[in-house]
């Protein structure tokens, strides 16, 4: 049996069914293989085994399962997400995103240098445990962006005069910061993703125009 498989796989299989046959149980999980198919790059097939007695002896029964599309869908997705990690690492604007609760799941290198925190350090909190966002006249809370995007299904702006203080570091910034949701195929909201651009500045440009122009 294990001829019709890829080398990688036949010594995996052959301790499987010797396993098998000497009476121990079945892995939880069945087995991937990959299958011999001429010039084709080879079916992947998942293996449910157990044993039976056929003729008079004891033997062991395999069922494969033709899980090819699958198998090309992971690998597709897989490659998808390493090109975005890719990009997302390579932009100047922080980026953060969450899960359905709120969690951080990924921060990019630009947003641990916004901030002042690593992303081990970052991953598994929530955004309001790391910034807080004001108002940069009166400094009057903004709230959670977060929140209000996976609450209202909505994009959440925060701009114009828009402060970031950071509760992990010594530092703070004009920020144009948006939180937008995450939808899954299904349309389903799967989480938050954050965006944060330093505007200081523009904005400080901004000012000194506007004080020139009155003065």
């Not at 990688?8 to 198919?37: D, F, K, M, N, W």
């Not at 290198?109 to 966002?133: H, M, P």
């Amino acid at each position: 049996v294990t001829d019709l498989m890829r080398p990688a796989y036949r010594e995996t299989v052959s301790r499987h069914v010797e396993a098998l046959l000497e009476g121990q149980e079945p892995p939880a999980a069945p087995l991937e293989v990959q299958l011999i198919s001429g010039d084709e790059p080879g079916l992947w097939a998942e293996l449910h085994s157990r044993v039976v007695t056929w003729g008079g002896r004891t033997a062991v029964l395999t069922v494969a399962r033709d899980i090819s599309a699958r198998k090309s869908m992971e690998t597709a997705v897989g490659r998808s997400k390493l090109q975005a990690r890719i990009t997302l690492e390579s932009i100047g604007e922080g980026v953060i995103t969450t899960d359905t609760d709120g969690t951080i799941d990924y921060m990019n290198e630009a947003a641990e240098q916004l901030i002042g925190v690593t992303r081990a350090i970052a991953i598994g909190k929530r955004i309001d445990d790391l910034i807080a966002l004001v108002d940069e006249i009166d400094r009057t809370s903004l709230g959670d962006p977060v929140q209000q995007c996976l609450a209202e299904r909505r994009r959440v702006n925060l701009g114009r005069r828009a402060l970031l203080m950071s509760k992990v570091a010594d530092r703070e910034f004009s920020t144009e910061l948006t939180a937008s949701p995450i939808q899954g195929p299904d349309r389903e909201v799967a989480g938050c993703v954050v965006i944060i651009h330093d505007v200081s500045e523009l904005r400080g440009l901004a000012r000194e125009m506007s004080y020139q122009a009155t003065h």
